[in-house]
C-alpha cells in the first residue's frame, strides 16, 4: 500500500501569507481540521525584496510557524526564472535566499517551476517574445542544470529537497516551458542527478498536458514517479485554456483551464495516481487548491479521516 505521511492544502492567497495575524488563524484551522501539512508560497511572506532577505521578519515567521503541529513546504515565488536575462543574479538570489528560509522555518520541501523560453509575465506582450534554436535551449537547459546541482548541495546542507514542478500549457505558448512535457522534465532532473533535487508531481497540470500532447497519463505518471519528492493534487477537465484566460468564474462553467479544484470536481484520474505512487514515497500530499474552493477544506479532511487506511496502510 502507499504510505503518504503528511496530507495538506496550500496558501494560495498571498495576502493572507502576508499578514502574520491572518497566517496564525489559517494554520490554527488547517490544524483544527486534522490536516499535517501546509504549502506556504513564499513570495506571499514579502521576506525577499530585490533578492534581500529580511532576517527580522523571517525570525517573526518562525515564532508563528513554531506553534504548530504542521510540516510545512514552501513554494518559491511563481516569477522566479533563472533563465531571465535582465538580471540574472536576482534570480539566484532569490532561489538561495528561499533556501535560507526554509532552513530558518524549518521546512522539508520547496517547489520550484522550471525555466521558461518565453516568461509568463511576457505573454500579453508578443513583441518581447525571444526566438530560440535548439543549442540555444539547450544551454539555458545546461545553465539551470548548473544553479540547481549548487542548489541542491545547499538544499542536502539544510536537510530539505528541491522539487522540480510539471507545468501547465497553454494553447497559445505550448511551448513556453519545456516542463509542460513530462519527459523532458525527467530527462532535466535525471541529468542534475542530485539527491535533493527531484519532481513536484502536480497531477492537474499532467492532467491538462497529456490531453493537449495526446499522451498517456499512465505512462507519464511511471516515468515521473521514481524522481517523486512531492505532490499537488487538484482537479480539472484536462482543457487547456489560452494564457490570458483568468477569471475562474468564467472558465468553469465550460470546464476548461486549470481549475485548481478538489478531487473529484473533474476529471483527472486520481486512482492511477494512488495506484502509481511508489511505496517508498514519504513526501506530502498538499490540495493545491484555489482560495474559492476554501469552503470544502473541512469536506476533504472528512474524507481523508474515513479513508485514512488508504494511505497508511
Same mark, same amino acid.
Given at each position: 500500500m502507499?504510505?503518504?505521511l *503528511?496530507?495538506?492544502v496550500?496558501?494560495? &492567497?498571498?495576502?493572507?501569507?502576508?499578514?502574520?495575524e491572518? $497566517?496564525? !488563524?489559517?494554520?490554527?484551522?488547517i490544524e483544527s !481540521?486534522g490536516? +499535517? &501539512?501546509?504549502?506556504?508560497p513564499v513570495? =506571499?511572506?514579502?521576506? $525577499?525584496?530585490? =533578492?534581500?532577505l529580511?532576517m527580522e521578519r523571517?525570525?517573526q515567521y518562525?515564532?508563528?510557524l513554531? #506553534? %504548530?503541529n504542521?510540516q510545512y513546504?514552501?513554494h518559491?515565488?511563481?516569477?522566479?526564472d533563472?533563465?531571465?536575462p535582465t538580471d540574472?543574479q536576482?534570480?539566484?538570489?532569490i532561489?538561495?535566499?528561499?533556501i535560507?528560509?526554509?532552513e530558518?522555518? =524549518? @521546512?522539508?520541501?520547496l @517547489?520550484?517551476?522550471?525555466?521558461r523560453f518565453? /516568461?509568463?509575465?511576457q %505573454?500579453l506582450?508578443? +513583441?518581447?517574445?525571444?526566438?530560440?534554436n535548439?543549442?540555444e535551449?539547450?544551454?539555458i537547459l %545546461?545553465?539551470?542544470? +548548473?544553479i540547481l546541482?549548487? &542548489?541542491?548541495?545547499?538544499?542536502?546542507?539544510s536537510? $530539505?529537497v528541491?522539487?522540480?514542478?510539471n507545468m501547465?500549457p497553454?494553447?497559445?505558448?505550448?511551448?513556453y516551458?519545456?516542463?509542460?512535457?513530462? /519527459?523532458?522534465?525527467v530527462g532535466?532532473?535525471?541529468?542534475?542527478?542530485?539527491s535533493?533535487?527531484g #519532481?513536484?508531481l *502536480?497531477v =492537474?497540470h499532467l492532467h491538462?498536458a497529456?490531453?493537449?500532447?495526446? $499522451?498517456d497519463?499512465?505512462? +507519464?505518471?511511471?516515468l515521473?514517479?521514481?524522481?517523486?519528492?512531492h505532490?499537488?493534487i487538484?482537479?480539472?477537465f484536462g482543457?487547456?485554456?489560452?494564457s490570458?484566460?483568468?477569471?475562474?468564474?468564467?472558465?468553469?462553467?465550460q470546464?476548461r483551464g486549470?481549475?485548481?479544484a478538489?478531487? /473529484?470536481?473533474?476529471?483527472?484520474?486520481f486512482d492511477?495516481?494512488l495506484e502509481w505512487?511508489?511505496?517508498?514515497y514519504?513526501g506530502?500530499?498538499?490540495?493545491e487548491?484555489?482560495?474559492l474552493y476554501e469552503?470544502?477544506?473541512?469536506e476533504?479532511?472528512?474524507?481523508?479521516s474515513k479513508?485514512s487506511a488508504?494511505?497508511?496502510?
Open positions: 502507499i504510505m503518504v *503528511d496530507v495538506g496550500s496558501i494560495s &492567497a498571498y495576502d493572507e501569507a502576508a499578514d502574520m491572518r $497566517l496564525q !488563524l489559517k494554520l490554527k484551522k !481540521l490536516f +499535517q &501539512a501546509v504549502e506556504i513570495q =506571499g511572506m514579502q521576506l $525577499l525584496k530585490n =533578492g534581500v529580511n523571517l525570525s518562525k515564532e508563528i513554531q #506553534l %504548530f504542521l513546504a514552501l518559491l515565488p511563481d516569477y522566479l533563472l533563465s531571465r540574472p536576482v534570480e539566484k538570489d532561489l538561495f535566499a528561499s535560507d528560509v526554509a530558518e522555518l =524549518g @521546512v522539508r520541501t @517547489v520550484y517551476h522550471p525555466v518565453i /516568461g509568463e509575465e %505573454f506582450h508578443s +513583441q518581447s517574445w525571444p526566438v530560440f535548439a543549442e535551449k539547450e544551454k %545546461f545553465e539551470e542544470r +548548473q546541482t549548487a &542548489a541542491g548541495e545547499q538544499a542536502k546542507k536537510n $530539505l528541491i522539487g522540480m514542478e501547465r497553454f494553447l497559445d505558448r505550448s511551448d516551458c519545456y516542463a509542460v512535457n513530462p /519527459g523532458l522534465l532535466q532532473v535525471s541529468e542534475i542527478n542530485h535533493h533535487v #519532481l513536484t *502536480d =492537474g491538462i497529456t490531453n493537449m500532447y495526446n $499522451l497519463f499512465k505512462e +507519464q505518471l511511471m515521473m514517479a521514481p524522481y517523486l519528492v505532490l499537488h487538484h482537479d480539472n482543457k487547456a485554456c489560452f490570458t484566460e483568468k477569471n475562474q468564474h468564467e472558465l468553469i462553467p470546464g486549470d481549475m485548481h478538489p478531487i /473529484g470536481s473533474g476529471s483527472v484520474p492511477l495516481v505512487l511508489p511505496d517508498t514519504n506530502m500530499m498538499i490540495h487548491l484555489r482560495s469552503g470544502r477544506w473541512s476533504i479532511a472528512s474524507e481523508l479513508d488508504r494511505f497508511t496502510q
